[in-house]
């Protein structure tokens, strides 16, 4: 357990957590804007991993590929949406119906089988593996994905500021609230589910190339991941800001700090086969936070108890 | 203005949770009409409103809106003609959302909602303008998360939401329930200012028959599905507390009906 081998790791670690932290924000949009929890993300990361790995081996460019990725996502949030809002499908059950067609589609993509590696010798990618250390900075992966991740949150912070995109944030706090005010609470939620999940795809483009193959499985728990990188950002930054924009950029720390807590552990000589389990533990110790406090440590002087409660003027 | 033509509606059909909420009921208001409801819990009064709004079709009937044939329009298509405040004060506005946003998603009621940038600055001062309106200290408050306010305040701001962009037909129900006396007089005083201001038709529901009695110039009263006394004109106008349960008790045929049944 020498520390050389942790610090060499950490580089690693930093571009990983940046990748899923793009994950971590399409999931912020479904979970923590539109209140849904969404299990398409699972199946959705591989289909944008395949995607980009197979438009690069039949020889089509990155952006292209990327592209790609990030429309095939956007496709499979559509499909949730519209199992959810128009077949009346619970939305948790109708994201485990995505994902699960999915896992057939992605092979399918991959032309039948569980992997496909693409040799970065061969094939000019954006995000690698190798890019991390020893090459210029703007080859570099993690100023790469730092670039896409600044580029998504400005796109997503002009997008919810919009007339349309407040009537999101708002599907998500009220649906009552919203029909009386004449938002279609059905086509934000398919709105939502799409952007989230192109994200997640095209996060899973990038996850493929900087790993060097598609797996099948990829995606498989992303969705804790995800939230985990949520709630971590939210604990540690939440307080700190009170800006939108911020907010998404907590998400991406939260993962990257993740990907580190993750990198020690496994240096400490953590059973790499535990790793889930212990995500799983992590997200679900956070998710009970709230409600453990409120049910347990109910505090009398919690003004927001008050607010909700009070029914007086300037209570 | 409002023509609700024999419209029925009953839940569960067909179940022993068979329930006729509203039974052939037809009501006509006229431009200005400001309407109380009153009757007894499970009378349909709720249950009046939701299918002017749109919360779900009707088994039959027709709903007409300034003579247009609403019966079939989805509830956020209909909300351009309504302005809606809820009896529990936590449905009517976003509580994650800032005071300023809650506004703004208001003002553009019946707008299709673009991408451009959300609130101006001209907006701003009209918001702080009719905050002051309120006399609620909320004028300095643009940006508090709604979650932070008390039931009072957030009703009386789903009521100015319910007014921004002025509707075509204002549905009350039972709007000040939930709040404590002091608090429920003053948010009916701003509704009674906000009707008279805007010239709303309105229809309210409310529990309190002194306030049914005291408001509005035409009165209604629903019993299982079905409007069993409408008192407007002059009629309105002398109306008490005593004469109102006289013509209770007539119309209902049952002197002894106790009072929990008129009062909800
Ligand atoms: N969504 C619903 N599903 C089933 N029954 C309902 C529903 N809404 C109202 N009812 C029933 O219809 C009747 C009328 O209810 P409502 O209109 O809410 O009465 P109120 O006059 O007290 O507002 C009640 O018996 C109620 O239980
Ligand atoms: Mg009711």
Partial sequence: ????????????????????????VGIYITYKILDIADLTVDGSLCT???VCIMMLLAGYGNTVSLIA????????????????????????LAGILTQLGLYSINLKIMENRANQPINANNYDLLVSLRNIKNVPFFENTIFIVMAITVVIVLLLYWFFGTEFGCTLRASGSNEAMCRAQGINVNLNRVVGLTISNGLVALAGGLLAQYQGFADVNMGRGAIVIGLAAVVIGDAIFGRLFNNFAFNLVAVSLGSIIYYLVLQVVIWRGLDA????????????????????????FKS???????????????? | MLEIRNVCKTFNPGTINEKVALDDLSLKLEEGDFVTVIGGNGAGKSTMLNAIAGVWKPDSGQILIDGIDVTKMPEHKRAKFLGRVFQDPMLGTAAKMQIEENLALAMRRGKIRSLKWFITKEERISYRQKLAALGLGLEDRLKTKIGLLSGGQRQALTLLMASLKTPKLLLLDEHTAALDPKTAAKVLEITDKIVKENKLTTLMITHNMNNAIA????????????????????????????????????????????DSALLG
């Fill in chain 1, 69 to 92: 990725a990030l429309v095939a996502g956007m496709l499979t949030g559509v499909v949730t949406g519209f199992l959810n809002t128009a077949m009346g499908i619970p939305a948790i």
């Fill in chain 2, 215 to 258: 408001y509005g110039n035409r009165l209604i009263m629903l019993s299982e599905g079905k409007i069993i006394l409408d008192i407007k004109g002059e009629e309105k106008q002398h109306l008490t507390v005593e004469s109102l349960l006289a013509k209770f008790y007539e119309a209902s045929g049952d002197s002894f009906a106790d």
């Fill in chain 1, 273 to 296: 086969q535990m790793l889930k389990l212990l995500s799983a533990i992590i997200v679900a110790i956070f998710l009970a936070i709230p409600y453990v406090k409120n049910q347990y």
């Fill in chain 1, 1 to 24: 357990m020498n520390i050389g081998a942790l610090i060499n790791g950490l580089p690693g670690a930093v571009a990983q957590g940046l990748i899923w932290g793009i994950i971590a």
């Fill in chain 1, 48 to 50: 944008g991993g395949a």
């Fill in chain 1, 300 to 315: 009398v002087r919690n003004p927001k108890h008050h607010a909700e409660k009070g029914v007086k003027f300037n209570a």
